[in-house]
């Protein structure tokens, strides 16, 4: 049996036509919603859920195309955008009564939380970012040989077909080469999450590919549009990161700023996999963003 989130009730939401979202839910008190990343499950949150969960109503999904959520095929392009995700998200909190909510994303669900947070400012209260930049400034900042450290991106970026073949073929060393070389304490993802990580992940190839295909395309037209226009992230916002813009020669923090007026940005020591890493650091900068 796959591991589970200790004392979270699992639900399963649906949250547009034909997509059923798995969730788990536990606490009480303000909603927090918790989206996770490449290439976990809701399972990532589950230090940093049990925690909040003492005071805070929390909601911990796996995104469309992912866990144990429905995974649509993708006619158009749009399927998995982070519009389309994001929509699935307020969708989610609107189904357990939250028209308002606090939301937090690592990785690609901090993607999807910030295109939440663009699109949907009336509904979203605060926002927090874990170790990713918004997809414009990150294609913007991906070049020449540092770019090689996310040479998955560049990959999952090509049209259908190709990507899908090469990573089917070898799922297992695929995501498993990310679980190992993002993480400093491999301690910090024990071997039967791992194996539900991979598991989860080896059902998905097609759905996720999908995903960052999308930010390759449309979710930079979106992001574009949004420079454009002025839209900024209006409510209070904590981006937690890894310090890898000095390496790759870019100021994080002057980035999130252009997005993010009201913005406290903390670098981490830990790894890629900080709610795992460092739980304890990150539920403590969640419970002060949900003060401001």
């Known amino acids: 049996m ?37 290439p976990q499950t809701h399972l990532m949150w589950r230090h940093v859920a049990a925690d909040l969960a003492a005071d805070h109503t929390v909601i911990c999904p796996d995104l469309r195309g992912y866990g144990d959520s429905d995974k649509p095929a993708d006619a158009d392009g749009q399927t998995y955008a982070k519009r389309t995700m994001a929509a699935d998200v307020v969708a989610l909190a609107r189904a357990f009564g939250h028209e308002r909510f606090a939301l937090a994303g690592h990785d690609r669900g901090a993607l999807v939380a910030i295109r939440a ?3 949907h400012p009336d509904a979203i209260t605060h926002l927090a970012s874990l170790d990713v930049l918004p997809t414009l400034d990150m294609w913007n900042v991906m070049r ?4 090689a450290v996310g040479f998955h ?17 070898s799922a297992d060393a695929f ?5 190992d070389i993002w993480t400093q304490d491999p301690g910090a993802i024990p071997a039967d999450v791992r194996a539900a990580y991979l598991a989860a992940s080896r059902e998905a190839v097609t ?5 960052y295909r999308a930010s390759a395309h449309v979710d930079v ?12 992230l209006r409510m209070p916002v904590t981006v937690l990161q890894q ?8 100021d994080a923090a002057a980035l999130w700023r252009e997005w993010a007026p009201d913005l406290n940005h903390i670098p981490v020591s830990c790894g890629h996999f900080m709610a795992e890493e460092a739980p304890a650091e990150v539920t403590k900068a969640l419970r002060e963003l949900l003060t401001r």
């Open 221 to 232: 037209e979106h992001d574009e549009a949004d420079r454009k226009s002025g839209n900024r």
């Open 175 to 179: 995501f498993g080469h990310f679980l």
């Open 153 to 169: 991106l560049y990959l999952m970026a090509q049209p259908p077909g190709l990507p899908e073949q090469m990573i089917s073929a």
């Open 117 to 119: 947070g663009l699109d």
């Open 2 to 38: 796959a591991p589970t989130i200790t004392g979270f009730d699992y639900q399963r939401v649906t949250v547009a036509d034909g997509v059923t979202l798995n969730a788990a839910v536990g606490g009480t008190g303000s909603p927090v919603v918790l989206l996770h990343g490449f």
């Open 144 to 147: 020449g040989t540092s770019a």
């Open 207 to 211: 759905s996720i590919v999908a995903d």
């Open 243 to 250: 310090d890898w813009g000095a390496v790759l020669g870019f």
